[in-house]
């Protein structure tokens, strides 16, 4: 059975990071648009409708991956997943507020496990629109 191309966009900063889970989420199907800056993925998101927001939490200068989130779900509800090398208290705490946050993969972590959090991130998100 093939799977429908599911849109995807992932927001980090980090070049080789990007590719590593670039390549597992296209591996498994799913079609990607990366940005590498809170404005760049403003951009992206208003000229693509996504199934699903992947983001690292500190994306550098400019807007970090909660203030980028907020800004997309003003625009259009989705859901969200992070990556962060940040330690669960701290995701917790800024995370929780997020409305479209079903949660977050410490960086580090294998790629299949990425993608099976993508994957259980779009099932909770389709079970509760319908």
Request: glycine share 8%; net charge negative; aromatic share 6%.
């Amino acid at each position: 059975m093939v799977k429908k191309a599911t849109n995807i966009l992932f927001i980090e900063d980090e070049a080789i990071i990007a590719i590593v889970a670039i390549h597992a989420m296209r591996a498994a199907g799913y079609s990607v648009d990366r940005a590498s800056t809170g404005e760049e993925a403003l951009k992206l998101f208003a000229l693509q409708d996504y199934e699903l927001v992947v983001s690292d939490i500190e994306l550098g200068s400019g807007m970090d991956g909660i203030e980028t989130t907020e800004r997309l779900l003003k625009r259009a509800a989705v859901p969200v997943l992070f990556i962060t090398a940040y330690e669960k208290d701290e995701v917790d705490r800024r995370a929780r507020a997020i409305a479209g946050c079903y949660g977050y993969i410490k960086k580090g972590t294998d790629m299949g496990q990425i993608v099976d959090a993508i994957e259980l991130c779009l099932q909770r998100s389709n079970g509760c629109r319908g």
